[in-house]
């Protein structure tokens, strides 16, 4: 499972103040920007616990509708005076900021070295285990672009997932 990437923040519709949202992928989805001392971004989650979500310094606030990280979906807010950051869905997915940028959601393949980390209830045996995997974070490993012209370290806009059956 791919982690996508937390959503950009800012200080209101009018400000040219963004804060970036963090990477996702990886083992842990990266933080979102902080603003300031008092503002701190979502954080990524794991592989096996959803990112914190914040509002100013408050952490996971279930104030104006807002939805925390969970497994397999970003945190998030419907309503409030600011701009709310999404965090990035993902195995356990990021949490979302009121103020700064949203945390990015993990990834996930299923093989003998992550096999402990699924939620109970999971059915699957070793006989599903996937071989010759990866999961890369989306800060820091070059992988072809979607269009084929060249390589790029994270992806900016819709993500993409690229399997490849071998025979």
Not at 25 to 36: A, L, V, Y
Not at 80 to 107: D, I, K, M, Q, V
Request: net charge positive; aromatic share 8%; proline share 2%.
């Amino acid at each position: 499972m791919a982690g996508g990437g937390g959503g950009c923040g800012s200080q209101s519709t009018s400000s040219s103040r963004r804060y970036a949202g963090g990477y996702g992928g990886g083992t842990s989805g990266g933080t979102g920007s902080q603003r300031g001392t008092s503002y701190r971004g979502g954080t990524g989650g794991s592989a096996s616990a959803a990112g914190t979500s914040y509002n100013g310094s408050t952490s996971n606030p279930t104030n104006y509708g807002a939805s925390l990280a969970a497994f397999g979906s970003g945190g998030g807010r419907t309503s409030g005076t600011n701009r709310t950051a999404g965090g990035g869905g993902g195995w356990y997915g990021g949490g979302f900021s009121a103020s700064g940028g949203g945390g990015g959601g993990s990834g996930y393949v299923y093989n003998s070295s992550t096999s402990g980390n699924y939620p109970s209830g999971c059915l699957l045996g070793s006989s599903y285990y996937l071989s010759s995997t990866s999961n890369l974070a989306g800060n820091s490993t070059s992988v072809p672009k979607v269009d084929g012209t060249g390589t790029e370290t994270g992806h900016s806009g819709d993500g993409y997932v690229r399997i490849t059956m071998l025979s």
